[in-house]
């Protein structure tokens, strides 16, 4: 099976440049997890979804920020405008079953560096 | 979550047993106990969860205590390719959230 796909793997972007995120979850999960992950604040969950509706945002850092799932098998996690502080690896995860016993899978990141 | 509590480094020989330790007092009592961990540059891996019992599978076992309020991780033969950041979580209601880890360094 295909684990979660992210793409691009590698983005360098200029500030106040617009920076899209993709995601495609693992077939047939249920829920998805944006993270992102920089050496100061180590590995934070943003935001995360159950069939494709948001159940907890309050780990995005702010407007500029936004997340959303059309469908099942697609996620994006915007930033508009980018800034140099937003140069972080970001994770996108998926799970099956939610709750206590749902085991996360993560996709590889997306590197991102605002210059 | 319940919060959890690991140490911040730890060194281990290659071929030994490595004991990862992991304290999450405030554990409610449907909250399962989750160790990830994180090779330089890659995605979190899953490496095993449990509830109450003990639990074995080809990577680790995993020892919780019977009051539940801490758990050890045990890798049997640690290699080199297992220098890594792992993470103890007690996720509640799917919510994931990783700690700072414990930083494993396996020594030849």
């Known amino acids: 099976d295909a684990g979660v796909i992210q793409s691009p793997r590698h983005e360098v972007t200029e500030m106040g440049q617009e920076v899209t995120l993709r995601c495609k979850p693992i077939s047939g999960h249920d829920y998805l997890f944006w993270y992102r992950q920089t050496m100061m604040r180590g590995l934070e969950l943003l935001i995360y979804?159950?069939?494709?509706?948001?159940?907890?945002d309050s780990g995005m850092p702010e407007d500029r920020f936004s997340a959303k799932m059309p469908n099942a098998s697609f996620s994006t996690l915007k930033i508009q405008p980018s800034e140099p502080r937003d140069s972080a690896v970001y994770f996108c995860?998926?799970?099956?079953?939610?709750?206590?016993?749902?085991?996360?899978?993560f996709g590889e990141g997306s590197w991102l560096t605002v210059v | 979550d319940a919060k959890t509590t690991q140490p911040t480094s730890m060194d281990c020989a290659e071929g030994r047993a490595a004991n990862l330790p992991c304290n999450h007092s405030t554990i409610s009592g449907n909250e399962y106990v989750y160790w990830y961990r994180q090779i330089h540059s890659q995605g979190p891996q899953y490496i095993i969860h449990g509830l109450k019992n003990n639990e074995t599978n080809e990577m680790a076992s995993l020892i919780i205590t019977e009051d539940r309020k801490s758990s050890t991780l045990i890798l049997p033969h640690a290699t080199l390719r297992d220098t890594a950041v792992y993470y103890c979580?007690?996720?509640?209601?799917?919510?994931?959230?990783f700690g700072a880890g414990t930083q494993v360094v396996v020594t030849p």
């Open positions: 979804f159950n069939n494709n509706v948001p159940i907890d």
């Open positions: 979580i007690a996720p509640s209601w799917g919510k994931f959230q």
């Open positions: 995860a998926s799970s099956l079953v939610g709750g206590p016993r749902g085991t996360i899978y």
